[in-house]
């Protein structure tokens, strides 16, 4: 999730927090529980152009001629390969220069009122992302995943078409000491939530405390409230063990947040522990069994917003005698 816009970074509320916590235990494989976000997979039916295009970021623009097709892709990778081009040798000699995406999309009328987010999880290099002519800003770096609130520049309902634009560039050349690729070359995510949500990239899952036969699992989180209203607001974090952990599927633990009200365009910050009540299973080079952490607004028993973290359940430290060590075992790096 670095993957979405720092876009509202209001003065936050700390929150001080107790935890009420219940022991059950699932049959089933899966964390799956009632979601209120819509994440929509949006690589599909882009138009492509291998070369720059002055205007193509505005509605108008005719692009009935680009190819079609679907993203992730790499343009540099089709060729042609010469000695001559600027990417050199670590570049594979592969071409550089300028590539333009455009993506024409409707938006149910049901979503309006909503929260509409466009998550790119790569674009190689220096992009700059448009929405129905609006620019919504610039990533210099081709590897880190990034995103932007839409909300504000889309139109809902049928026969509304919206155009997304991103214009990348790696003519600055050389850029690497590897291959590094061109254009939209890893997923792009369309995400909707309501206007009370969580901060995107804002959950962090640690786990301070590790005993024997149980440990404490530290959750923090940010709430916006992008609503007109007051809000009054819990936050419930569910644990999973990893698949296996009970006899006949796995664990969960769960712990809820003391309320909190969020002012109309306010934030806040929200921290608190979950108690694992059976013996963790840790995660180690040997075994990296991974746990899950179901993270919920919750107001007047319904569920605004909802992600997934995953983590795993270690101890870790350095000291000057013996390096670093963890779960307790010593290795050398």
Known sequence: MNQIMRRLRSPLLSVAVLVSFATVRLIAATSATESARVTTAFDADWRFLKA?????????????????LDVPHDWSIEGPFAKTNKTGGAGAWAPSGVGWYRKHFTLPAEQKGKRVYVEFDGVMQNSEVWMNGVSLGKRPNGYVSFGYDLTSHVKFGEGATNILAVRADTSAQPASRWYSGAGIYRHVWLVVTEPVHLEPDASFVSTPVIKSNSATVHVETRVINDSS??????????????????????????????????????????????????????????????????????????????????????????DATNGFSLNGKNFKL
């Open 52 to 68: 720059d295009a002055p205007g193509a970021e505005k509605t108008g623009f005719d692009d009935s001629k680009w190819r079609k």
């Open 229 to 318: 209203a007051p809000q009054n607001l819990t936050v419930m974090a569910t644990v999973y063990g990893p698949p296996g952990s009970a006899p006949d599927g796995r664990y969960a633990c769960a712990g809820e947040s003391v309320p909190v009200s969020v002012a109309p365009g306010k934030s806040a910050d929200v921290k608190f522990d979950v108690q694992i009540p059976w013996t963790p299973r840790l995660w180690s080079l040997e075994r990296p069994d991974l746990h899950e952490t179901g993270i919920r607004v919750r107001s007047g028993g319904k569920t605004l917003d909802d992600e997934t973290v995953t983590f795993g359940v270690r101890e870790f430290h350095f």
